[in-house]
């Protein structure tokens, strides 16, 4: 027997709680908490930087969401998945509304929705981005 969850209530139960969490605010908190810097970055490369600075003020925008159970025990988590953009400080004609991408974050909630864990993809070669 093949079961689908393709039209399981699940999907609907998830959107409806990710729409009154509000996934923006939280990234938005959590930008501000950290002020514009990210304090120890290992990139890609494993090149390490000591702190990682913004130039102009980070954009979240949600690109992706899932939660997770743990088999044992009684955990649970949301982990909420962003881009992080900014406007482009010369916008052409073409596209007025043109925003340049600088990385990733991951969060990762608990059931509390109080961040556990965090994950940082930084381009740093970006012009808006200081790697000291």
């Known amino acids: 027997m093949t079961s689908t969850l393709k039209e399981h209530p699940i999907w609907r139960n998830v959107a409806q709680t990710l729409e009154q ?3 923006q605010q939280i990234a938005l908190q959590h930008l501000q908490a950290c002020q514009g810097e990210i304090n120890g970055y290992w990139d890609e490369s494993d090149q390490f930087y000591e702190k990682i600075r913004f130039v102009h003020t ?3 925008e949600l690109i992706s969401s899932s939660i997770g159970v743990a088999q044992t025990g009684n955990s649970h988590w949301l982990q909420l998945k962003y881009a992080l953009t900014i406007s482009s400080t010369e ?3 073409a596209d007025p509304d ?3 991408t600088l ?3 991951s969060l990762i909630l608990d059931d509390s929705l109080e961040v556990i ?3 940082w993809v930084i381009d740093v070669n970006s012009p808006y ?3 000291i």
Do not use: H, Q, R, W
């Open 129 to 131: 981005v200081l790697a």
């Open 98 to 100: 043109f925003k340049t």
């Open 91 to 93: 916008p052409t004609i």
């Open 103 to 105: 990385g990733e974050l």
């Open 117 to 119: 864990d965090e994950n």
């Open 21 to 23: 969490i509000n996934p």
């Open 58 to 60: 980070l954009s979240p």
